[in-house]
């Protein structure tokens, strides 16, 4: 693992007025209306646009019905304290404690419609974040090399991007380790190996000493000149040694390192003294608000691939008890804040329609509220927002049945949410990875929702 600056620490699926007419018709002649969105779908696809993705994952599992798709006829036991809010767009509700994603809805699509089996965290967040379902479902695993590689590593390997990384993490790895170190699957290249690693930021950009790379002059300048002949004369001695795998990747790991840390256009790019002091109010001076900008500013760089992670700390998703209150008080301020900020801010800089964002985090919770005025684990439904890259904002895809319990219509995997990800990016769904001893590994196997293009 690369880490630079560790610390301790209604229907709008793009169809025609006519079309939707006549879908409640199309049943009698053996057509449903999932069938004619797929045959629309293959019979016009659309070319894929967005040159970035911004991932932004809710470490936690935020709970779907108290923010995305509420259900205010639900006994109150299930429906929860929460009033849902008109959008900008005529006919979506969200939660009234996102006002200001509200104001964006015209951006997104919300899918209500996300299901899996994985109710633990750890194999949960591999299989949302990968694509692919863990090999060990059942289990509360570590971190492994043998896992399928995160979407940041996979455009580490698919895709160069100059002088930056081809797959950036915020806020990490402070969300990937527990309290009990548990190092969780999902954020790493797994079976590509770690030279494959996305860049790892753990800084809290937030804060007034945000600095994740060395200073040019100064001492931090002069030591970092004088480690280069240093690393010059390792690299000298472990030539009897470079047929050994392991010694390629430290290899790799510090010329990657020094030239990243030495990059006038990496400097750049994470300097975020750089932007008015307005603009950074704007998005909210959060770890996840300043993250929010932060992902901007490395997308408009290049970066094909930012994943920004919230912050592990004391107030995150995972909500078994004051539920309510957590998303009130603590969860929901800075996460309507800087997301609502970041879907504008890209939109006015004209960069929206090239970089997709896609906010998602490892399941749902239960419809029903414990008796800790809290809602627990539930991975068979949930809700997935893209924005941006070639989607259609303003629509809902699938939807839930009464309670937010399980999906109701056009139902969509991880495998799917991957296949979505890697279709916008242009990357060829057909594409094998290879692992160590050279087998050929699917990238993915889901079907993108071209639904959502348009």
């Not at 006549?22 to 894929?48: D, K, V």
């Not at 879907?343 to 929206?352: A, C, E, S």
């Not at 997935?384 to 904002?393: D, E, K, Q, R, T």
């Not at 495998?415 to 692992?435: K, Q, W």
Request: hydrophobic letters at 40%; one cysteine or more; proline letters at 8%.
């Amino acid at each position: 693992m690369l880490a630079i600056g560790a610390m301790p620490t209604p229907l709008c699926e793009g169809m025609t007025r006519r079309e939707w007419l006549r879908a409640g018709g199309l049943s009698t002649l053996g057509l449903t209306l999932p069938e004619l969105l797929r045959q629309r779908a293959a019979a016009a696809p659309i070319a894929p646009r967005a040159r970035s993705c911004i991932v932004v994952f809710l470490f936690g599992a935020p709970a779907h019905q108290d923010i995305w798709d509420l259900k205010p006829s639900a006994p109150s036991e299930m429906r929860g304290e929460f009033d849902p809010i008109a959008t900008s767009v005529p006919g979506i509700i969200v939660g009234e404690h996102v006002p200001r994603i509200a104001a964006q809805a015209h951006h997104l699509a919300l899918v209500r419609s996300v299901t899996h089996p994985d109710n633990t965290h750890t194999v949960a967040m591999h299989y949302m974040l990968t694509g692919v379902r863990h090999a060990r479902p059942n289990t509360n695993p570590q971190n492994h090399p043998g896992d399928f590689p995160t979407f940041g590593a996979v455009m580490q390997k698919l895709c160069a991007s100059g002088g930056l990384p081809s797959g950036i993490s915020l806020n990490a790895p402070a969300n990937q380790v527990s309290a009990n170190n548990h190092i969780f699957p999902g954020f790493f290249a797994g079976f590509l190996g770690s030279t494959y690693d996305p860049l790892f930021v753990p800084q809290d950009p937030s804060r007034a000493d945000f600095r994740p790379f060395p200073t040019a002059e100064g001492e931090d300048g002069a030591r970092l000149r004088q480690r280069r002949p240093l690393l010059a004369e390792i690299e000298r001695q472990q030539q009897a040694l470079s047929r050994l795998g392991d010694v390629r990747n430290l290899e790799a790991h510090y010329a990657r390192a020094f030239d990243l840390v030495t990059a006038p256009t990496a400097r750049r790019a994470f300097d975020l003294s750089a932007e008015s002091r307005a603009l950074r109010d704007r998005y909210g001076w959060s770890a996840f608000g300043q993250g929010c900008l932060l992902a901007r500013r490395l997308v408009e760089a290049g970066v094909p691939l930012v994943t920004l992670n919230w912050a592990r700390d004391d107030a995150f998703w995972d909500t078994h008890a004051n539920n309510f209150s957590l998303l009130k008080n603590s969860l929901l301020p800075p996460f309507d804040q800087g997301f609502a900020t970041l879907l504008d801010d890209l939109h006015q800089r004209g960069m929206l329609d090239e970089t997709l964002v896609v906010c998602l985090g490892e399941f749902g919770r239960t419809p029903r509220i414990n008796g800790n005025a809290g809602r627990d684990h539930w991975a068979a439904c949930n809700t997935v927002v893209f924005a941006g890259g070639g989607i259609g904002g303003g629509q809902v895809y699938g939807t839930s049945d009464r309670l937010a319990a399980y999906p109701s219509t056009l139902p969509v995997t991880p495998e799917d949410i991957a296949a979505t990800i890697y279709h916008a990016l242009g990357i060829d769904l057909h594409t094998e990875l290879r692992d160590p001893v050279g087998r050929p590994m699917p990238l993915c196997t889901g079907n993108p929702l071209m639904g959502l293009f348009g």
